[in-house]
């Protein structure tokens, strides 16, 4: 099972941007279609984004689209959540997450996942 550590999180003000990392134990790391998602305070965790195995497809939120960018690194087993246009509303625990069966738009889900990070605070003021 693969272990996943967040980074990246802080706070920005609105309009800006931030890059979120998560690093992956283990060998198997392609073999695992990756995901982010978010909590925000008093709210249910939801999906933000999510990318395939090779990193060829990418399924995103609509709150998100056309704004955050998923995209991996297999030889590094990381995968990565470049963050542009913050807003207020974005502000939350964002958490990486691998599932090694799901499809990319089934990430959105969010059930039955094989691991999660611990999250990453992003907190964007306005």
């Known amino acids: 099972q693969v272990q996943l550590v967040e980074s990246g999180g802080g706070l920005v003000q609105a309009g800006g941007s931030l890059r979120l990392s998560c690093a992956a134990s283990?060998?198997?790391?392609?073999?695992?279609?990756m995901g982010w998602f978010r909590q925000a305070p008093g709210k249910e965790r939801e999906f933000v984004a999510a990318?395939?195995?090779?990193?060829?497809?990418?399924y995103y939120a609509d709150s998100v689209k056309g704004r955050f960018t998923i995209y991996r690194d297999n030889a590094k087993n990381a995968v990565y959540l470049q963050m542009n246009t913050l807003k207020p509303e974005d502000t939350a625990v964002y958490y990486c997450?691998?599932?090694?069966?799901?499809?990319?738009?089934?990430?959105?889900?969010?059930?039955?996942?094989?691991?999660w990070g611990k999250g990453t605070l992003v907190t964007v003021s306005s």
């Open positions: 283990g060998r198997t790391f392609s073999s695992y279609v």
């Open positions: 997450a691998a599932n090694s069966w799901r499809t990319v738009q089934g990430m959105s889900t969010i059930r039955n996942m094989d691991s």
């Open positions: 990318i395939s195995r090779s990193g060829g497809v990418t």
